[in-house]
């Protein structure tokens, strides 16, 4: 199976293979059935797959730039694994979330929290007005987006001081894209596509990929991707 596909820019070929897994996975168009699919697994998601208590190499590099007055952003902090991480480390946080069913997993195991249940905007990060923080961070939360490259772009002029994004690599716990061109089955990781997304846009970042093991005993990679706000053309 051919996994470096040059037929197509890496932001097109983000697009086609969504435009392609709407054919196989409703979830991918419809934010009913994404909700629907929540509100069944929400509650035990933290029990069978969480992913934050594992991370600590990763979250040290984010934590290490992280000030006390940051106003930090979290895109699609789900059930909060990773806000609660990050709050002790910041003056306050915002965060986008679409999914009630998630959300109400995150305000009810932040009842152990000593510190402010973070302000919450009920939207997909494609639907968000526009939006300012020293901070932005996000884990896991592209799966559905269409438009990579105008995430990224809006990502980017959100954050004033530095992005993190944190991407899992590998099945089962992140599918790849896939695409079908002239025949031919083609995959690609997210993670490596999102940096060649930032490539596209000229945005100079760091990718890094780190072993994680999971609650299962699982070891895979997990990418760190991250850059300071850069000028970029959206022609």
């Known amino acids: 199976m051919n996994d470096k596909p040059h037929e197509l820019a890496p932001s097109t070929y983000w697009i086609k293979a969504w435009e ?3 054919l196989s996975n ?3 168009a419809s ?3 994404e909700e629907q699919y929540w509100q069944e697994h929400a509650s035990v998601y933290d029990e069978r797959n969480p992913l934050a208590p594992y991370t600590q190499v990763i979250m040290e590099q984010v934590i290490a730039d992280l000030k006390p007055s940051d106003h930090l952003l979290e895109v699609g902090p789900g059930t909060g694994g990773f806000t609660q991480l990050l709050v002790p480390y910041v003056a306050s946080i915002t965060l ?6 998630m959300y109400k997993e995150l305000c009810l195991s ?4 000593s510190y402010p249940l973070p302000k919450a905007i009920a939207l997909k990060w494609e639907e968000a007005p526009p939006l300012q923080a020293d901070i932005l961070f996000s884990a896991n939360a592209v799966y559905r987006i269409r438009d990579m490259k105008a995430c ?17 690599i590998g099945r089962p716990f992140a599918g790849p894209l896939q695409v079908e061109l002239d025949g031919a089955a083609t995959e690609r990781e997210r993670a490596a596509a999102i940096s060649d997304i930032l490539t596209e846009l000229g945005i100079r970042h760091q990718y890094r990929s780190f072993p994680i093991q999971r609650k299962n005993g699982a070891v895979h990679d997990v990418a760190l991707i991250h850059w300071e706000p850069q000028a970029v053309s959206t022609d």
Do not use: G, Y
């Open 110 to 113: 932040w009842a152990s929290m």
């Open 20 to 22: 392609q897994a709407v």
């Open 31 to 33: 934010d009913e059935e």
């Open 96 to 101: 986008v979330e679409p999914s009630a069913a």
């Open 152 to 168: 990224l772009i809006q990502m980017n002029q959100t954050a004033t001081r530095h992005v993190f994004l944190v991407q899992t």
């Open 26 to 28: 409703t979830r991918t």
